[in-house]
């Protein structure tokens, strides 16, 4: 279901300053006047669709674009393919959007060189923010001047399109490289295959991105590791540490991302695959060595020209190989695709585990890992498992952590973030996909009681929940911009209000948890592993910080509150070690415990119960979990174990 942010606070900013975070808080959001989270962003969620509809009728008209002699016209020819009337109308505003009656009916082809400076559409008046949205010829939607969308994402986009282009202009110039010995001239060796200016400029930083020199009229065969070598890359970093670059192979970085860590493995086995293929060719369609390791490298090694690829880059394992197909011909496999030539030896970190076949090809089996932890106040766990491919199984545990059932929750609810369980036993679990969330409330018996679908609201995702005494979801969403917001949920999973903060320059991450007296915990992540720990009102109104500085020693992973409202943190160290400190409402430091060092487990999740002891949950790179309980004085009680399936 559709929701709306609403009836929000207004956040007293004057005094909230730290050491660690000092933005000024912004006022809570006006009603919108459609779903989403402001009428900015629910113009966004019309003005893309409808610069996408222009670009898919002039390829159904043989290029022409559509009528925008009058906005009559200009809603007919594109209604069929936006679907709704809707869509022509800004809801910010409740005026039809303007389009630019001198392209009507011209050939896009006219306009090729400027596609991403042609207005196609735009506001016939300004926001209540005083921004205002126009659409382009090539697609690209601006909101007050600039391009919209997530800029650290945009600049990922960029770079991509560019790399592309170096590779379609190396393939129609002898395989040479063009001069890259400044950015005007790249960009007019690369102008044609890009077709957009605007592609040279990064969205985040507002700089052009710098091309390696030295690969000038370079011819490609000659690159020893296409893989590694650099071609273009942000002239200074985001504000989030990070620069975007640029590969002579095409890959892109940062990429994958954390929450996809079975990508880089699929990646590597699609480029073993790729090499095995070129050999095959080379070697009158006989199989290379696949009895053992260095064999396999010593052949294939000369056609991917990166010898990282033959380990899993998250278990750090080589792949296992196939054998039986040493010395083989490609003529013997009646059926390629049944042989496989190259696999995991162990499960990815978000369950996944890949085969590379005969033909080329990686296919993918998933397991159900364990992600997340909460504790009723029947102090029994509830064990949250997850899939990549968004299926999700729930346990419940005894009191000493045996498994006593287990239950199939559904598929496509997408990355599970978190699971809280309310007084009453009411387990409330989130899910996200991009821009959209679900929600599931489960009851003691395991069975689904409640869904609730939020979004998909442009540039927005959910990050976490939380559960006070009252036993009402708090869930805490993520805008591109660094923009936060708080939802209050009801009892029967609909949202009811909600708070908004920042944007937060930064601030690159977040967890929540509320006390038993409703009142929330936010840890905001910084630069540096840093963490500025807020106090919120239950009504979600600042109260007060504490500045933590750890100087890249610990991540916070997790928080809980205790039943006397301590607020516990979870902290995995950069050497493996695991720590939790514990503070109480005045933000002093009243519990350190050192958990030491489980060689190969990384801390992911904390719960506690009405006992008042903690359970932990570590994972492992093989997708196992285990879970410890231990009393707050740090003895451990029990530790169990549990497999992926």
Known sequence: MEKLFRNAAVIAAGAIVTAILAPVLAKGLTPSPSPGFAPDDACLANAKPLALAVAQYAQDWDGFLPATDTQAHFQAALLPYVGRTSAFTCPATHLA??????????????????????????DAAPHPSHKSTVGFLDGHVEQGGVEAGDPDQLCVDHVKAISLAVLQYVQDNDERYPLLDSPDHAKTALMPYVTSARMFICPAT???????????YVAFPSIASPTTTIVMQDAIAHSNGVKTIGYADGHVTPAPTASDPGAADTANLRQIGFGVTQYVQDYDEFYPSFQNEPAFETAVGPYTRNPSIFINPNTGQNYLLNASLSGRSLASLDAPS????????????????????????VSTRYSCIPIHISVGADNETRLLWGRADGQAVLSFLSLSGDEQWRGYLGSGLGTARGIVTAPSGMSTLLFSTPNSATVLGV????????????GPYDGWGVKGVAVGGNGLPRLLWRRYDKSWAIWQMSAAGDYTSDVRFGPFTGISDAVIAAGADNALTVGWKQPGDDVALWRLSSSAVYQSALSLRVNHTRQLVATTVDPNNVTWLLWAGTTGATTLDAYNSQNTLVNHLDLGVDAGWTARDLGVGADGNLRILWTSATGSGRLRVLTSAGSVLSTHDFSPF
């Open 97 to 122: 959007y303007v389009p630019n009656p001198a392209i009507s009916g011209h050939s896009i082809f006219e306009y090729r060189a400027t596609e991403d400076t042609t207005i196609v559409f735009q």
């Open 206 to 216: 507002g700089q052009p991105y710098v091309f390696n020199a030295s690969l000038s």
């Open 443 to 454: 009851n003691v018996r395991g069975g689904v009681v409640q869904k609730s679908q939020f």
């Open 338 to 361: 049944m042989f496989w030539m190259a696999k995991d030896r162990a499960v990815n970190p978000d369950g996944s585990f890949n085969t590379l076949t005969a033909d080329g090809r």
